[in-house]
C-alpha cells in the first residue's frame, strides 16, 4: 500500500516543484529586483535620511515589515484566496466583486470604475518597470567605472529595444532558463547580504517594530516621507495574485516562503549591515556588498533578472489586454498564440510597441533610476488600495463576512496602503503624475469604448427587428426565395435580427434554406469548457440560435464552436458555409448620448479595431461583410 501512495505521490510532488520553478522564474521578478534600489533611495533620495545607526535600523524594520504585513499576509495569505476559478489578477478580483453584470448602457458603476482604474495603473506600472528594472541594474557600469556614466542610458534602451523585439517570438523556448537564473539571483542576494550580517549580527534586532516607531517618533515629517522609498521593497508583489491563474496559490506560496522571502530579507539586513559599518556605501549599497572581483559578474546578473522583471510585466499587459478586449473594454486588437501548449503565452504587437515607446520614452526623460522611482511608487500604492478595496468586497458578498470583520481587516491593509500612497503623493509633481495621466488616459478610453459600443447597439436595435416576429412572418411568407446552403450571421443581440440579414434581403432578395444567429457571450468567469461553449436553439424550420460562451481569458474561434454543435444534432461544413458580417460605418451626431469629442474618439478606436472576420477566426473566403450607416 505505501509503494502505491509513493507512486502516485510522486508525480504529484514533481509537478508542484516544476510549477515552483516556473513561479520563481516569472513572477517574482519585480519584487526581486528591488534590492537594487530601494536602500538607496531610503538615505540618498529626494528625502534622504541622515545615515545614523537608529535611521538605519528604523529604515530596516520597516523594510521587514512591509514585506510581512504586505506581502505576505495581505497578497499571500488574504487575496489570493479570492481566485476566480485559478485566476487571479484586478479584473478578476473585480469580476468576483460584482454581484450583476455591468449596466447595459454602459455607464461605469463604482465598483466598476475603480476596478478599470486599478487595470490601468498596471499599465503605468508595465511602463516603469522595465525602465526602472534595467536602468537600475546597468546603473552598476557606474559604480565599476564612474567614467562609464555615459554610457548607462544608451546601453539600457539598447537592451529594451531587444526584450521587446523578440517578444514575437514568445517565451516558451526561453522559459526555461528564467527558473534557473532566477534562482541564482535569490541564491546570490542571500549569500551577500549573509556574510555581512555575520560580520554585523547586531542588524537583526531591526526585526522588533519598536525600531520602527522610535524611527517615526525622531523623524516626524521626513520619516513619513520615506515610506515613498520603503514602498520600493514591495513593488511587485501584486504579481503574486496577477499571476496564479499561471502556476497555482500553493507554489507561489511555497516559492515566496522558502526560497524569495529569506533571500530579500538577508539582502536588506546585509545592506543595512554594510551601512552601519561603511556610510560610504550609501550610494549604492546593493552592488558595494559585492567583493570587488564579483562586481562585473554581479552587474550581469542583475540585468538578466531585471530583463526578466520586464518579461513578467510586458507579459502581464499582454494577458490584461486581452481581457479588456473580451470583457468589451478596448477594441478588438491582433492577438497572436507563441506556444502550442500554453493559452496564456500571447503577444499583441500593438500593445508590445506601444509599451516600448513609452519606456524608452521615459529612460530619456528621467535619465536615472533615482529620478524613475518618483514615478514608480504611486501606480503600486495605488493598485495596492484598489485591490485592498475589492478583495473586501469580496470577502463580504463570496465568503460571507461580517460587516465588522471586514471593517476591521480593511482598517488594518488600508491604513497601511493609504500611508504608502500619501507618502509617494508629494512626487505628484517631480514624477508621480506620469502613471496618474496614464491610468486617467486609459480609464477614459475604455470607458468611451464601453459607452460607444452601448450606445451604437441601441442604435442598431432601433433600426432592426424583432427576431421572432421576424421568423414567424418568414416562415409563413412564399416571396423570399430560398436558396440552397447554410448562412450564418454573427450578431451581439440575440433578439433582434441582424442589420446584415436585412440588407441581404433588400439587396438579393433571397434567403439560405437554413439560417443560424451566432451571439458570443463573454462571462465573468476566466474560462468556460468545452461542454459548455455552445447552447443551439431551433427557432423554426431552417432557423437556429447559437449563443457560444467563452471567459475572459479565452479567445472566440467561431469555426472550432461549430463543430460542437454536431452534439445538438447540427452539422457545419464550414467551407460550405457562408458567414455575413455587418460592417457599420459610425457618423457623429449633435444632442447625442455621449458628448461630440467622445464620439469622435469612439470613431477613431472603431476604425482601428481589429476585422471580426480576423478576431472570430472565421475563413475570410467565406465572409460576406454588408455595411450600413450608423448616426450615434
Sequence with gaps: MSDTIMKTAAPDTGKLAGLTLGAIGVVFGDIGTSPLYTLRECFGGEHGLPLTPANVMGVMSLVFWALVIVVTVKYVIFVMRADNKGEGGILSLLALASVRRPDSSGRLTLLTALGLFGASLFYGDGMITPAMSVLSAVEGLEVAEPALKSMVVPVTVSILIALFAIQSHGTARVGTLFG??????????????????????????????????????????????????????????????????????????????????????????????????????????????APDWA?????GLSTMAAV??????????????????????????????????????????????GLLAATIGLVVVFQSSSRLASAYGIAVTGDMIITTILALVVAHRRWNWSLPLCLAVGGAFLSIDLSFFAANAVKIPHGGWVPLVIAAVTVGLMATWRRGR????????????????FIQRQAKSSDIHRVKGTAVFMTSSSNTVPIALLHNLKHNQVMHERVVFVTVVVDDVPRVPAKDRVLVEGLAEGFYRITVRYGFSQEPNIPKA??????????????????????????PKMNSQMALWREKLFVVMSRTSVSATDFFKLPPNRVVELGTQVQL
Design 454 to 469: 452601448a450606445v451604437l447597439s441601441v442604435r442598431l436595435a432601433e433600426e432592426s427587428l424583432p427576431l421572432d416576429a
Design 180 to 289: 534557473p537564473i532566477m534562482i541564482a539571483w535569490f541564491t546570490t542576494l542571500g549569500v551577500l547580504g549573509l556574510v555581512e550580517v555575520v560580520r554585523e549580527p547586531g542588524i537583526l534586532a531591526a526585526f522588533h517594530p519598536g525600531y520602527a516607531v522610535d524611527f517615526f517618533a525622531a523623524n516626524g515629517v521626513v520619516g513619513f516621507l520615506v515610506l515613498g522609498a520603503v514602498v520600493l521593497a514591495i513593488t511587485g508583489g501584486e504579481a503574486l495574485y496577477a499571476d496564479m491563474g499561471h502556476f497555482g496559490r500553493r507554489p507561489i506560496k511555497l516559492a515566496w516562503l522558502l526560497l524569495v522571502l529569506p533571500a530579500l530579507l538577508l539582502n536588506y539586513l546585509g545592506q543595512c549591515a554594510l551601512l552601519l559599518s561603511d556610510p560610504d556605501a550609501v550610494r549604492s549599497p546593493f552592488y558595494l556588498l
Design 308 to 353: 526578466i522583471a520586464s518579461q513578467a510585466v510586458i507579459s502581464g499587459v499582454f494577458s490584461l489586454t486581452r481581457q479588456a478586449v473580451q470583457l468589451g473594454l478596448c477594441p478588438r486588437l491582433d492577438i497572436r498564440h507563441t506556444s502550442n501548449e500554453e493559452e496564456g503565452q500571447i503577444y499583441i504587437p500593438r500593445a508590445n510597441w
Design 562 to 587: 461549430l463543430r460542437l454543435c454536431k452534439a445538438f444534432g447540427l452539422e457545419f461544413d464550414v467551407m460550405a458555409t457562408s458567414f455575413f458580417l455587418g460592417r457599420e460605418t459610425l457618423i
Design 295 to 299: 562586481l562585473y559578474p554581479m552587474i
